[in-house]
């Protein structure tokens, strides 16, 4: 799926064209790729919110001067007020793989039942084409209920999806709770004088 976004033309960065882009609630961004020189741009922050909601989507930038195919590359917030700063944008050619996160879905248990359970990892590296990106893997927990860890290499991943993250690393394992270590009670032997 392709998200569109209508984007403008920034020709000033300074603080105070900053500034008077934030009032207007549009947020600066910048367009880079291999096919193109860096671009300054401004988005709308609300449809940019929307289109965060799935960090790996698509999105099609119009622009009245141009057109580019792109995904989200970074996302620069306020440590405080977690509002959007800044956003690096990637242009893409859909014939050329690219390297993505994804996140990591548990797949809620039919029964309702709630297992306790550790997560690891939360998501993974991927590399492929653009329109193979996965919104999400599912992680079945049933290993989980058997008391058994999920691996990496244990996810069922869509064809032509490459995964770059360790195949041995754990993703889930149950919830074990932490013994104290039993203290030796043997005498000690006092050494001869």
């Known amino acids: 799926m392709i998200l569109k976004l209508q984007a403008e033309l920034r020709t000033k960065s300074n603080g105070s064209a900053i500034r008077k882009l934030r009032q207007e609630n549009k947020v600066p961004a910048v367009v880079y790729g291999k096919m193109t020189e860096p671009v300054s741009i401004a988005l709308e922050e609300k449809s940019l919110q929307m289109a965060l909601r799935n960090p790996n989507a698509l999105i099609e930038l119009e622009a009245p001067v141009f057109k580019k195919l792109v995904v989200i590359h970074a996302v620069d917030r306020d440590p405080i007020h977690h509002g959007i700063l800044a956003v690096d944008l990637h242009q893409i050619n859909l014939n050329e793989r690219i390297k993505v996160h994804v996140r990591i879905e548990p797949i809620p248990d039919p029964d309702g039942k709630m297992i306790p359970y550790q997560m690891f990892l939360h998501e993974i590296h991927i590399d492929c084409l653009p329109d193979q990106i996965p919104e999400s893997i599912a992680l079945d927990l049933t290993p989980v ?22 195949s041995d690393e754990v993703i889930a394992a149950p919830f074990h709770t932490m013994y104290e270590p039993e203290i030796a009670t043997e005498p000690l032997v006092e050494a001869a004088e």
Do not use: S, Y
Request: no cysteine; glycine share 10%; proline share 5%.
């Open 145 to 166: 209920r058997e008391g058994k860890a999920i691996f990496v290499k244990d996810l069922h991943i869509p064809e032509g999806v490459h995964v770059l993250t360790r």
